[in-house]
């Protein structure tokens, strides 16, 4: 199984990586992320980070350098497009009666107001094969909604998040989860090399 988060914003920058891997590191956890990675589109599909627990719940990660991460896919954008891409196809004989389309939303009109300058969608795909997948792909997700400026959805939901104080929330949420798996369901992997 695998779920996702879309950040919408207006460009992409490799000037982000270090910014995202020190904010990252602001979270209980020291981390790399694989040296050849950048965001000129190459890298498409898994993105490794190489982490230590700075303050573990279990034993068994105590002390252990651990690899994990989430798929990440970058595309470009255009809200119009979007909306015309999701509107319904007329047949032969609504276009020969000239049948008025209806407006089509593609989210809440104060979204979509924030989505109109937006020109890339990152997608933040992680899967339940390995625990930490969620921490990586929320967290990463969210700073870079709040470096980027962007617009973050759960489109599982059609949940659309502010993002104010997101980060925190969502590092609150990831604790509470990773705290509530025991040594038997905690599904990790330890780092060899890269």
């Known amino acids: ?3 996702e ?7 992409v920058s490799n000037n982000l990586i270090p910014q995202m891997m020190k904010r990252l590191n602001d ?6 992320v694989h040296p050849e990675f950048n965001f000129n589109g190459e890298n498409a599909g898994f993105l490794p ?26 595309g470009d954008f255009n809200l119009q497009k979007a909306k015309e891409d ?11 009666i000239g049948k008025k389309q209806p407006e089509i939303q593609f989210a809440a009109q104060e ?26 792909a929320l967290l990463t997700s969210a700073i870079f909604a709040e470096l980027t400026n962007g617009v973050c959805t759960y489109p ?13 929330k ?8 990773e705290n509530s798996l025991n040594a038997s369901k905690i599904k990790f992997f330890e780092f060899q090399n890269w």
């Open 1 to 3: 199984m695998s779920l």
């Open 5 to 11: 988060i879309i950040v919408y914003c207006k460009e």
């Open 27 to 32: 979270y209980d956890m020291v981390t790399e």
């Open 49 to 74: 980070f190489k982490f230590r627990l700075s303050n573990p719940h279990l034993d068994t990660l105590k002390g252990k350098d651990l690899i994990s991460g989430f798929e990440l896919y970058i």
């Open 86 to 96: 999701m509107r319904p196809k007329q047949s032969f004989f609504e276009k020969l």
């Open 111 to 136: 979204i979509e107001d924030r989505l109109k300058d937006c020109k890339k969608e990152v997608h933040f795909v992680w899967h339940s094969g390995d625990s930490f997948q969620l921490r990586f």
């Open 156 to 168: 599982a939901d059609d949940i659309w998040y502010d993002n104010q104080g997101f980060t925190d």
């Open 170 to 177: 969502t590092f609150k949420e990831i604790l509470e989860y």
